[in-house]
């Protein structure tokens, strides 16, 4: 049974750091992109990043230079974070894992991610 299970948001001022992470276990062999996502209140979803098999990323023009994804293979897990730094209030969302399997993608639940400026 493949789950996603993220974890990381919070409340930060401006200026601050904040990582998240999504870790994903069952069929990880075929796991192609993984990605993170972005709604704010009001807004339609949107793209923040994305990585694939081969660690290739792609970034939305908003965060280029202050976010990083990367992913961790593990033996029965991979795991994709977002390294979020010179964060401020445009960031404030909830934060969506993206995991692409061949033939099925998922979701993460979300969390919340609150910048005061």
């Known amino acids: 049974q493949v789950q996603l299970v993220e974890s990381g948001g919070g409340l930060v001022q401006a200026g601050g750091s904040l990582r998240l992470s999504c870790a994903t276990s069952g069929s990880i062999f075929s796991i192609n992109n993984m990605g993170w996502y972005r709604q704010a209140p009001g807004e339609q979803r949107e793209l923040v990043a994305t990585i694939t098999r081969s660690s290739s990323t792609n970034y939305a023009d908003s965060v280029k230079g202050r976010f990083t994804i990367s992913r961790v293979n593990a033996k029965n897990t991979v795991t994709v974070y977002l390294q979020m730094n010179s964060l401020n209030a445009e960031d404030t969302a909830v934060y969506y894992c993206?995991?692409?399997?061949?033939?099925?993608?998922?979701w993460g639940q979300g969390t919340l991610v609150t910048v005061s400026s």
């Open positions: 993206n995991v692409q399997y061949t033939g099925l993608e998922l």
